[in-house]
């Protein structure tokens, strides 16, 4: 079992990990002692857990999260290639920055990750001295919980440095993103803007009849109810046919590349287009209008209605055009 070290400031700290595929043997494992350079809060999503990766590039998921509103320690910062800010939380645990705010560094710290075991925060102490300050001693281990550690003032400027540079990166990366971040502010608003009228549009039309070849507004079929909706709420000219519409935008979600695994509702985004059948041949189309429901001019019997995602009948490909 790979031991993981979550970083702690101004105590030591333990984790109890219990679980068949967790527990191997019963021993402390004490990391190197490190200087945590800011502290931060996740700002994620309330009673949601922010993913903790292996690196901050093209890392994988570690299998356990930061729960929203804990406060972690940042030992490092980084920028991927994308440019955007990383913070190191353990010997290899990175989280994304955007997903946090800074906190002070007085505030106590929590480390709070929750894991597909079981894991519980023990409570810690922390002791100090007239001539040294504290330094941080991370542990991951089974009923045990480590001793204090001191650092002399070659440490303290250490830790200055570290601050400094971390500030650097920080003020770095901040300035590389913000114009982007400006342009990607303003798109997103307008993607929001177009997809809650496309929103309102087609649920407008649930209840109207299913013909083949219709092209509204009194009667659809499947694929002229997305031209129709997309082109009066959203002045968004797509093309008339599944066959065409498949070829249009960005691939999200595709049968074959996921294994064979359902597309899940918090991969989607409210007008995201769904398919049914291969890309070289889709039978149907529908609109996401969110909370897992779709509206779609169905069968003839049906008409057009607002439906649930559901394993059954899930979709293959899934497209974005917003």
């Not at 984790?15 to 004490?30: D, M, N, P, Y």
Request: hydrophobic fraction near 35%.
């Amino acid at each position: 079992m790979t031991k993981h070290k979550l970083f702690k400031l101004g105590a030591a700290a333990a984790l109890t990990v219990t679980g068949v595929s967790a527990i191997t043997s019963l021993k402390t494992v004490r990391a190197a002692n490190f200087t945590a350079i800011k502290r931060v809060k996740i700002n994620y999503l309330p009673g949601k857990g922010l993913n903790i990766w292996t690196n901050y590039n093209k890392g994988k998921f570690m299998g356990y999260r930061a729960k929203d509103g804990t406060i972690w320690n940042v030992a490092e910062t980084a920028v991927d290639k994308k440019g955007n800010l990383w913070y190191k939380v353990g010997t290899r645990e990175w989280i994304e920055a955007r997903y946090t705010v800074d906190v002070g560094m007085d505030t106590p710290a929590s480390t709070n990750a929750k894991t597909k075991d079981k894991v519980t925060n023990v409570s810690t102490k922390k002791k100090t001295s007239k001539k040294t300050t504290t330094k941080v001693n991370n542990v991951i281990s089974l009923g045990a919980v480590t001793k204090k550690s001191t650092k002399t003032k070659k440490s303290t400027k250490a830790k200055a440095a570290k601050v400094k540079k971390a500030k650097q990166i920080v003020d770095a990366a901040v300035k590389k993103t913000a114009k982007k971040s400006t342009t990607k502010k303003v798109a997103s608003t307008q993607a929001s803007s177009k997809a809650g009228a496309i929103v309102a549009l087609a649920k407008q039309q649930v209840g109207k009849p299913y013909a083949w070849g219709a092209n509204g507004p009194d009667s659809f079929d499947c694929s002229s109810l997305v031209q129709y909706v997309f082109k009066n709420a959203a002045g968004m000219n797509l093309p008339r046919t599944t066959y065409d519409q498949v070829k249009v935008g960005q691939t999200v979600y595709q049968k074959s590349q996921a294994n064979g695994q359902p597309v899940s509702a918090s991969n989607l985004q409210v007008g995201d287009l769904l398919f049914w059948g291969s890309e070289s041949a889709p039978y149907h189309v529908a609109i996401y209008i969110g909370n897992n429901q779709y509206v779609n001019a169905a069968t003839p019997e049906q008409g057009t209605i607002l439906q649930t995602m559901t394993s059954y009948f899930a979709p293959t490909i899934v497209k974005r055009v917003l």
